[in-house]
């Protein structure tokens, strides 16, 4: 049947308002804000074995920290925060995300990341990306300018490609050949900006020699990260498939939300639960987290975790082990 031209025309207009309106929905958040003086970031580089310091990485850390508490002091978007400290950390070449990353049992990079605005929900993550430069800056694209979350594999990399994401050749990446056993470096950041919203990323290479394929908890939401307004933004690092059984960072914001617990007991609950059912072994990570109020927690299983944090009222602060200095 043929259409009259009067409702063609309204039915391209539907079409077009369809679009439109999805394309409202993924807008990015308010670019700068300074409602409220308070503001905080803590940021993760990963589990780390028992008496080795990384001491660059520290250093690295706790500059960045600096970097970003101007960044904060002069109302940029806790999501803006988080995307810019991970696509650091990804470049310095430090950590097992971005240039950096560890190879799987193939010999080749495979990358994770997500993004979590607190303030809409809104998220975007990517897994197994072979040659995207900075997997948070994908993420962030997919949230920004799909309706999609997550992008996967070889389509998912040719799709962010397509809307942004640079890439780069396989010889950009360290290919770090299995050196550091149990040496995590993932990262992750958490942030509440000067809004009072709350976002949350984290960006990883995966376990070093795991099997071409696999996907860890990082990019899957409610698991390596996740951040809800008023309640906690939180990115984890630690045995992936325990975080992603567990629902870990979704179940901190639970028990926060409807059990009433604060940010330390929460994550530590989490913690615990997983280290406890891995046995001797297995289950063991760490989870950084700040609440809407600014208070941090920071609980590992793991022998150590690198991780810093800043405030508004705090200068940067470092640690591996139970100090912070
Ligand atoms: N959680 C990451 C994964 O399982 C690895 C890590 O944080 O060390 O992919």
Redesign the pocket.
Known sequence: MKLPQFSALILASLTLFAFSSSSAETKPADKKCKAQKEFAIILHG??ARAGKVPAERLDFMRNLLADMKKNLKQGDSALDVVEASVMAMEDSGLF?AGKAAVNNAAGFVET?AAIMDGKTQNTGAVASMRFVKNPIRAARLVMDKTRHVMMVGDRGEQAVTNIGAQTVKADYFINNPHNEPNE???VGAAVLDRCGNLAAG?S????DA?IPG?????PVIGA?TFAKNGVVAAS??????Y?IRFNATASIAARMEYGDMDVSAATKAVIDQMAKAGGKKNGR?GIIAVDSQGNFAYPFSTPGMVRGFARYDMDPQVGVFEEMN
């Open positions: 990963g589990t097992n994770d995590h470096g993932t984290t990883t290479g995966g376990y795991k696999r996907v860890g908890d990082s390596g984890a690092t630690g045995h992936g498939e975080f990570g």
